[in-house]
């Protein structure tokens, strides 16, 4: 008998989506390299200590796995993004037939997924580049999809994805087609880009109520109010860490500040630079991070710099509001950022399909995410209209008495701070560019246009003398 799906790599990801597959019923063949002394026999010992992976065949022979699949072949790529990708296609394709179909679900970078499209594409093979969120627990229980490439191809893996993701609220898979070339990686590079935000937001509001000495446990118990009617993973899952101890010590008081990261936020932000788009608040939560690296500097200058005077309190209620403000920015840059790239490159990605298959299994499923995904169905931006355009309105007043609180506490909220200027900025209809293209053209020349003047001329003026 052979296995309809192959799995290689059995890291935490590749791991919980085997037996996520073979818990759906697929005959599932996994595959893991050997290394001496150091990965010996991995596939065999996860498939014996797992039940459900009875009817699974395990190999760390590279030709023998290959082999245990139905042609054309399904494999699932459960491995490092980056060079390790094209090491293993390279490996594998001496092992290939004509049409077999390689899926790519690591987080890699998108235009190495166009590449790698097209290299294959001359082997006469198939390349699925897919994002695939939500964490171990979620490759294991349903995380959320997001495949492209050809979609011949993907018609042929579709039951597999689709059957082993999350469902919606309608029941509906959390994985949908995203579109040609790269765009499914993309798409995740940009939830990602998303989540970096979401969290510093949280980070913020927490550093803001640690500031006015609120206790763990009474910001856990406040993040659990918001829960409300502000739902949303991230925020559940900052609840329980708050709560959560290591004898008689809070562990989230123990953890050193300093956030860690493992690439997509700083794709997303040099993505961003190239597009055009001005989402301001993932490189602001990217670069929060960097700083939070610079630890020693950071505790030299503190005793160098005098701090505030006097604290200014903020309401949980104004925060809350501030919160909700900078989310529905943050989620209007990202899916803007999207139609932009989706535009740019003819991917037409359909944007509320997106926020759909968004809903659940991901990091950043959220009960404002059910509600943007409605809007989408209807219009592309989110700032022109209900119910997002009363609720900007609404909690802007808020937010401002927030971010002018933290100005004079003297708390970093780089995030709060980009979510009110990029508003600020975008509903400035006459605003200070025009000087910038004076000074541009009295030093470079570079021409500028009047306004209101139809014929769209460039004009350059002797500025000296
Ligand atoms: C997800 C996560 C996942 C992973 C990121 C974390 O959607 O399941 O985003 O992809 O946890 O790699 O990224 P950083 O290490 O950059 O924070």
């Given at each position: 008998?052979?296995?309809?799906?192959?799995?290689?790599?059995?890291?935490?990801?590749?791991?919980s989506?085997?037996?996520?597959?073979?818990?759906?019923?697929?005959?599932?063949?996994?595959?893991?390299?050997?290394?001496?002394?150091?990965?010996?026999?991995?596939?065999?010992?996860?498939?014996?200590?797992?039940?459900?992976?009875?009817?699974?065949?395990?190999?760390?022979?590279?030709?023998?796995?290959?082999?245990?699949?139905?042609?054309?072949?399904?494999?699932?790529?459960?491995?490092?993004?980056?060079?390790?990708?094209?090491?293993?296609?390279?490996?594998?394709?001496?092992?290939?037939?004509?049409?077999?179909?390689?899926?790519?679900?690591?987080?890699?970078?998108?235009?190495?997924?166009?590449?790698?499209?097209?290299?294959?594409?001359?082997?006469?093979?198939?390349?699925?580049?897919?994002?695939?969120?939500?964490?171990?627990?979620?490759?294991?229980?349903?995380?959320?999809?997001?495949?492209?490439?050809?979609?011949?191809?993907?018609?042929?893996?579709?039951?597999?994805?689709e059957?082993?993701?999350?469902?919606?609220?309608?029941?509906?898979?959390?994985?949908?087609?995203?579109?040609?070339?790269?765009?499914?990686?993309?798409?995740?590079?940009?939830h990602?880009?998303?989540?970096?935000?979401?969290?510093?937001?949280?980070?913020?509001?927490?550093s803001?109520?640690?500031?006015?000495?609120?206790?763990?446990?009474?910001?856990?118990?406040?993040f659990?109010?918001?829960?409300?009617?502000?739902?949303?993973?991230?925020?559940?899952?900052?609840?329980?860490?708050?709560?959560?101890?290591?004898?008689?010590a809070?562990?989230?008081?123990?953890?050193?500040?300093?956030?860690?990261?493992?690439?997509?936020?700083?794709?997303?932000?040099?993505?961003?630079?190239?597009?055009?788009?001005?989402?301001?608040?993932?490189?602001?939560?990217?670069?929060?991070?960097?700083?939070?690296?610079?630890?020693?500097?950071?505790?030299?200058?503190?005793?160098?710099?005098?701090?505030?005077?006097?604290?200014?309190?903020?309401?949980?209620?104004?925060?809350?509001?501030?919160?909700?403000?900078a989310?529905?920015?943050n989620?209007?840059?990202?899916?803007?950022?999207?139609?932009?790239v989706?535009?740019?490159?003819?991917?037409?990605?359909?944007?509320?399909?997106?926020?759909?298959?968004?809903?659940?299994?991901?990091?950043?499923?959220?009960?404002?995410?059910?509600?943007?995904?409605?809007?989408?169905?209807?219009e592309?931006?989110?700032?022109?209209?209900?119910?997002?355009?009363?609720?900007?309105?609404?909690?802007?007043?808020?937010?401002?008495?927030?971010?002018?609180?933290?100005?004079?506490?003297?708390?970093?909220?780089?995030?709060?701070?980009?979510?009110?200027?990029?508003?600020?900025?975008?509903?400035?209809?006459?605003?200070?560019?025009?000087?910038?293209?004076?000074?541009?053209?009295?030093?470079g020349?570079?021409?500028?246009?009047?306004?209101?003047?139809?014929?769209?001329?460039?004009?350059?003026?002797?500025?000296?003398?």
């Amino acid at each position: 008998m052979k296995a309809e799906i192959g799995v290689l790599g059995m890291g935490v990801m590749g791991r919980s989506l085997s037996r996520n597959l073979a818990r759906n019923g697929f005959v599932v063949s996994i595959y893991n390299r050997h290394v001496d002394r150091v990965e010996e026999n991995v596939a065999r010992d996860f498939k014996s200590a797992h039940p459900e992976l009875k009817e699974a065949m395990a190999y760390d022979d590279l030709a023998e796995f290959v082999q245990s699949l139905a042609t054309p072949r399904k494999i699932l790529l459960m491995v490092n993004a980056g060079p390790t990708v094209d090491a293993v296609m390279n490996d594998l394709s001496a092992h290939l037939d004509e049409n077999d179909i390689l899926i790519d679900a690591g987080n890699s970078h998108y235009q190495d997924t166009v590449r790698r499209i097209k290299t294959l594409k001359d082997k006469n093979l198939h390349f699925i580049g897919s994002g695939v969120s939500g964490g171990e627990k979620g490759a294991l229980l349903g995380p959320s999809i997001m495949p492209s490439g050809d979609h011949q191809a993907y018609q042929q893996v579709s039951q597999y994805l689709e059957t082993i993701a999350a469902k919606d609220n309608n029941n509906q898979p959390c994985c949908a087609y995203i579109g040609e070339q790269g765009s499914g990686h993309f798409v995740k590079m940009i939830h990602n880009g998303i989540e970096y935000a979401e969290m510093q937001l949280l980070a913020e509001c927490y550093s803001i109520l640690k500031a006015q000495k609120e206790s763990n446990e009474s910001i856990a118990n406040i993040f659990e109010q918001w829960m409300e009617d502000q739902g949303s993973y991230l925020l559940q899952i900052s609840v329980d860490i708050l709560r959560k101890k290591e004898g008689d010590a809070y562990l989230l008081d123990l953890i050193l500040d300093k956030a860690a990261n493992k690439g997509t936020g700083k794709w997303a932000t040099s993505t961003i630079a190239d597009s055009g788009e001005p989402a301001t608040m993932i490189p602001a939560a990217l670069f929060a991070r960097y700083l939070s690296f610079f630890k020693e500097q950071r505790t030299k200058a503190e005793g160098l710099f005098s701090g505030p005077t006097k604290y200014q309190s903020i309401s949980s209620d104004q925060l809350k509001e501030a919160y909700q403000f900078a989310r529905i920015i943050n989620h209007h840059q990202g899916f803007s950022l999207i139609k932009n790239v989706s535009d740019q490159n003819a991917w037409q990605v359909n944007l509320s399909e997106v926020a759909r298959i968004w809903t659940a299994g991901c990091i950043i499923k959220s009960d404002l995410m059910k509600e943007i995904s409605a809007t989408l169905e209807k219009e592309d931006n989110l700032l022109f209209n209900e119910p997002w355009r009363s609720q900007l309105g609404a909690t802007h007043s808020a937010t401002q008495h927030v971010v002018m609180k933290c100005m004079e506490n003297q708390l970093p909220i780089p995030c709060l701070t980009a979510a009110l200027n990029y508003f600020h900025g975008i509903k400035i209809g006459d605003g200070s560019a025009n000087l910038i293209q004076a000074q541009r053209d009295y030093f470079g020349a570079h021409t500028y246009k009047k306004k209101n003047d139809s014929s769209e001329k460039s004009y350059h003026t002797v500025w000296e003398g």
